[in-house]
């Protein structure tokens, strides 16, 4: 076998350590006959060779001189004589010789030396070569296949594949088409090399907790790659490697499943969350099961399941379905309580109430308000008071209690002053003006809506500003409506001239006591 210069320099710099082989020889030209003339020499097929070397022509060995061309072999040979064998060094390539060193059988055991020595430095000059020459992909996809590990290769032969056909369906333009390939992504190859043999390794040994944990380790790395395909994919594996767990009452089960659950819900394929969610609160109940942190799993089942109920409601709200919506709030609100979390819980009873007064059932709505008065009240927590004060007056309009219904406005008035919320503050001065305003109290109607108008200048919402001044203006006009009439149906001069002001100028003027009418139609005159 016949390797580089560098591994046969490499046998000749240690060429101390075998003196019975290489020892000061003289240089001979071997003169062959042609192998027309005769068989070839017996040094050509002797079955004593185990190994072959070589290095530059240029280099000498110890003792030995260059050796000459014989003309009729057309080769360069040399012969190296020891006291009892004759090793001879040939060369074929003329314009480059090198030296061949043939070792025979009987040097005490070193052949066997030296051929593992050049076979392990060939080995690895050839694996160098060979990982430079190939992709990163197929160095890894070989180094699988020569651990053992053929599972851990197929399935990432199969996330490649499956991760391609995606992208081809996707086409040019998708946001998948501008990524790299998994290929071109060296760092998740070596993630994927990684946790895919240890979970080999573990599922062979039978430890299928150290399989999940590889697979679930996988998955959060390429969640947290924003790689969806991959960690949903794993989230998936790690939930079918729970059925053989047998040790921990279904807790890796437990953790499976909400793991899927909040990727599908992420997805937006809010059905299929809903039953890994459940499947988690089911697994969790009454059980002392926490996290890395300290939360309970139960009490997260619960959050998850009121998550992802009110979700579903709104779904089926937008699709005018609210019967079907209720039924789900409900649900939701039932499992808030369950969960023991007050603000959840509250926020549970909120929606809820909304959907009744939406209905068209007011009365219900209170009650459901009135539980997430309380316990905003007992969180102390602003926010949640002035949403509940601003859904309680208009379900209290609603059933007719305009009296308690601007009591409550006010609150919300105070609330939103205190929160510094400029949108509430606006929503609550304008739902107060339109209360004033139904009841004729048309001074109080402007004076709150005014208020109104001036914050929403301030605020970048020009739907909100227009809304504003329709109100301000219906306001506005009501206040002046009964000084009008009254000046019309008095049907005087001063009257008449006072009208004529007001439409040039918008000066109101109709409160004003009648005193002298030359002022009146020196302002008239003044206008033209």
Known sequence: MALTADIARGFYKNRSAYKPLVQTARVETVRTPAAKHGPKPSYENSMNARHLTRTNASQKIQGCQKPRKDSRRHAWVAEIPDDSHRHHILATDCTEAKYLIRVPNSCHGLDGLLEDKIRSKMNRVGGI???????????????????????????????????????????????????????????????????????????????????????????????????????????????????????DERQKEAEANANLGLAYEEKGQLNKAVEHYEAFYQLSVEKPWQDEDGCSHYAQACENLWRIYTLLADKMLECDKRREAIKTLIKAFEIAKEGGDRKMEGLAAYRVALAYHANGDPQTAIKYLQMYLKVSELLNDDFGLSKAYEAMSKALVSVGNINEAIRYLEMFVEVAKRLSEKRSLVDACKSLGVIYNTLGRYDLACEYISQAYDIAITLSDLPLLEIVQVHFGIAKAHSMMTAVCRNIEAGKRVNLDRLVIWKNNRIDMFNEPITDASSVSSRRGEST
């Not at 390794?201 to 150290?210: I, T």
């Open 129 to 247: 070569t060979a990982s430079y020459r190939n992709s990163y992909k197929h160095n890894i996809c070989l180094d699988m296949l020569r651990e053992g590990y053929h599972r851990s290769f197929s399935e990432l032969s199969a996330l490649i594949h499956k991760l391609n056909a995606f992208r081809e369906a996707e086409g040019p333009g998708s946001d998948i088409w501008q990524q790299k390939t998994l290929e071109e992504q060296h760092e998740k190859l070596d993630k994927l090399q990684c946790f895919l043999t240890r979970a080999e390794a573990a599922q062979r040994a039978g430890l299928y907790e150290e399989v999940y944990n590889s697979q679930l380790s996988l998955a959060c790395y390429f969640k947290g790659t924003e790689d969806k395909l991959l960690s949903d994919y794993f989230f998936e594996t790690c939930l079918k490697t729970t059925a053989m767990i047998s040790s």
